[in-house]
Every structure is written in C-alpha cells, then in structure tokens.
C-alpha cells in the first residue's frame, strides 16, 4: 500500500499537481523579473519591443513563418478566421453556407471562433486512439459549400498532417492548425502551427508556452494572409485613425511578450521533461486492463500538454474520486462534446455518428503532467494507480 502521508505532517495527504505554476515562476523567477523591470522602466506597453523581437523569435523557433501576437488563443482563431475570409473571398465574414470542418472532441474556442467568423462549424469526430480529428471523417463531412479544415492538436499530440493537407489541396480548402495545446510539438520535420495555411497559438498560464495571464499568436508563410493578421488586430488597419476592416483590439501586452520570451528559452527542455513524464506514465501503467493509455501519432513528436488516459468500464468519475482522496489532482477534458452544447443548436452541423467523441468524454481522465514533478511524486501517482 503506497504511503500518502507527507514527511513533515503524518496526517496530511501528500498532494500531487496537475500542474505546479508556482513550482515553475520559481525556477524562472529572476529572470522574469528582470525582463518586467526592464518593460515597466521604458513603459512602452503597448506593441512595446519585446513584441517585435517574440514575434521574431516565435517566427524563427517555428521555420521561418510571419508571427503575429495577440491577445489570446480564441483571439488567435478568430482573427485567423477571418483573415481567411477576407483574403480567400473578398468579404469581412464567411457566410452561414459556408461549412468549417472542427472535431467535436476540443475546446468551447475551436468550434466558437468559427461562428464569430460567420462560417458553420461541422462537427466530425475523433480517432479513438489519438483523440484528433480523423482525416476519413473529413473527407466524409465534406460537401460543395465545404471552405476549410481546422484540426486540433489536442494534448500536444499532432494531428497527421500529410493526411489532411493532402485533403486540402485536392479541395482547395484552407487549413488552420488549432494549435493551441502544442507549442513545440512537430509532425515530420515542421514545427505544428506552421504546417497549414495558418496556425493559432495559445499563451494561456498551463500551455507548454504559458504567460502570465492571456496571450496567443497566429502563425502563417504567406506574406498577403500575415498583413491582414496584423492590421485586424489593431482595429483592422494600418492606420488605426483609417480602418479598412472591421478590427478588433487585440495586441499581445508588452508584458507577456517579456515573460514569453524567458520561457521561449526553457520551452524544448521543459517539453523533454513532459515527454519523459509520459513514457514513464507508459511504462509504469501498462497492463492495467481498465486503463487505455494514449498513443503519439506516427511521424509526429507529442508534447504531452495532457497525459490523458480512458479509464474503461463506466469507472472514470470513481477513479478520479478516488485519487483526489489520495491527494492526486485530476481533469476530465472535456466532459462534453461541442455538438452538445447549447450554444451551437441551431449554429452547427454534425457528420457521422460522433461516437468515439462521445465515448471519449465519458471516459478520459488527464494525470499530473507538471514537467518538474519529481521522481518520487510520479511514482507515487503510479502507486496509486495500481493499487486501486
Ligand atoms: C484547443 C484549444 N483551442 C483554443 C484555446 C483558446 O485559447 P485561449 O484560452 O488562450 O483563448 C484553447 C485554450 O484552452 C484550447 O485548448
């Protein structure tokens, strides 16, 4: 029976992190705070010169791509969005006939980003072993009204994107990588983000390039789509006082471009650091046949933002409940499928049965990932698992 108790208070349960911010700020601290002092005593907050040089860093870390800063992952989907729209059909918005093709197993964001964008979200479901959209249930979801494909890079593990450009070409469509939870992450020799015709980032505090608060940026190489990026997220112009399009206030603060910068340079090694959390995952809870561990795509490099298990046979929630009373901290992303919220009745389509989906929410559970867990933390987690 593996021991919860802490050294220091027998009575106490150990507690294990999903993740540890406070653990991380620690290591990076001084740094950090030099980096601040430096923007809080030139005071240029906005669009200040630590957002060029990230955007640069970001640009050059990803192959050589246009990197705009803004100031949140969905920001970065919409404005992505309707970039597209305007560069690929002369208007402001998509129009309802027009069909986006979003796995139904992702974030509210993914499938919300499309309808700011005037466009229809069609829902397809997953492949049950990697929990990304499947490029044969595109394929099948596809009709004449069909204008592009946004595949998730869910968890930090890559969609199989020679697939699904193949598909885009053929069609004529365009693709924006959601890859919000796989900074990092490469399939083949390219950087996720900079595979499509467009990549949207994530900064948000627990992704593999967090912030401070929230951030995120779009990636793309061409040149027309990068120009109506930026001038979007400044009221949609180059002059702000001159509008050509209809914008948003949408920049990247000074102050999180800072931070970001830092973590750039701890990004790799941290991402090492969840990989090997993972293969240890692996090893250890292999043969438990009422846990399904995941599986990286093949040609692709996960970079584990969720270490997300299926916990079979209707047990997940008694699982869970059951390592939170050993102190264990848990999530279940996502407990619902998109097609089944609310707010996209009567907004969405859905292609084919959505059963992996389905089955996914009612059986995935995501174990501490924190890259600076320690030896014994792990196995603790591990202890448990097999105990139970
Ligand atoms: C898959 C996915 N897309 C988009 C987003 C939106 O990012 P943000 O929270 O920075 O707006 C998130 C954030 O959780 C996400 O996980």
């Not at 919000?180 to 980032?201: E, P, R």
């Not at 061409?222 to 930026?230: F, G």
């Not at 584990?304 to 992303?333: F, P, S, W």
């Amino acid at each position: 029976m593996p021991d919860n108790r802490t050294a220091n208070n027998p009575n106490q349960p150990r507690q294990v992190p999903l993740l540890d911010l406070p653990r991380q700020q620690a290591e990076l601290s001084a740094e950090i705070d030099e980096a601040l002092k430096r923007v809080t005593s030139g005071a240029s907050y906005i669009l200040g010169p630590e957002v060029k040089m990230l955007e640069q860093q970001l640009g050059a870390y990803l192959g050589g791509v246009h990197c705009t800063g803004v100031a949140s992952g969905t920001d970065a989907l919409v404005i992505a969005l309707r970039a597209l729209a305007i560069v690929r059909t002369g208007k402001e918005y998509f129009c309802p006939d027009d069909e986006i093709i979003v796995p139904s197993f992702t974030f509210t964001a993914t499938g919300e980003a499309v309808i700011h964008a005037g466009a229809t979200p069609v829902f397809v479901d997953i492949d049950p072993v990697t929990y990304n959209i499947k490029p044969e249930e595109a394929a099948a979801a596809m009709t004449s009204r069909t204008v592009g494909l946004v595949p998730v890079h869910l968890f930090g593990n890559p969609c199989p994107m020679d697939a699904i450009m193949d598909l885009a070409r053929r069609h004529d469509l365009f693709v924006l990588e959601d890859a919000a939870q796989s900074f990092g992450a490469s399939f083949g020799a390219a950087k996720l983000g900079a595979v499509g015709t467009a990549g949207a980032f994530s900064f948000f505090p627990s992704k593999n390039l967090g912030g401070f608060g929230d951030g995120g940026a779009v990636a793309t190489r061409e040149e027309d789509l990068a120009a109506v990026i930026r001038m979007l997220r400044t009221h949609g112009g180059k002059d702000k006082y001159n509008v050509e399009h209809i914008g948003y206030n949408s920049r990247l603060d000074t102050l999180q471009a800072a931070v970001l910068l830092v973590k750039l340079k701890h990004v790799d090694r941290l991402n090492r650091r969840r990989r090997a959390i993972a293969s240890y995952y692996d090893q250890h809870l292999r043969g438990l046949d009422w846990l399904a561990l995941p599986s990286a795509v093949a040609g692709g490099e996960h970079v584990y933002n969720q270490y997300t298990v299926r916990v079979l046979n209707g047990k997940r929630d008694r699982v869970r409940e059951m390592l939170r009373e050993k102190g264990i901290a848990t999530a279940v992303y996502y407990p619902l499928p998109l097609h089944r919220m609310k707010v996209f009745a009567g907004r969405c389509k859905t292609a084919g049965s959505l059963e992996q989906t389905e089955k996914a929410c009612a059986e995935v559970l995501s174990l501490p990932i924190e890259p600076l867990l320690t030896e014994e933390e792990l196995e603790y987690v591990v202890q448990c698992l097999r105990a139970l």
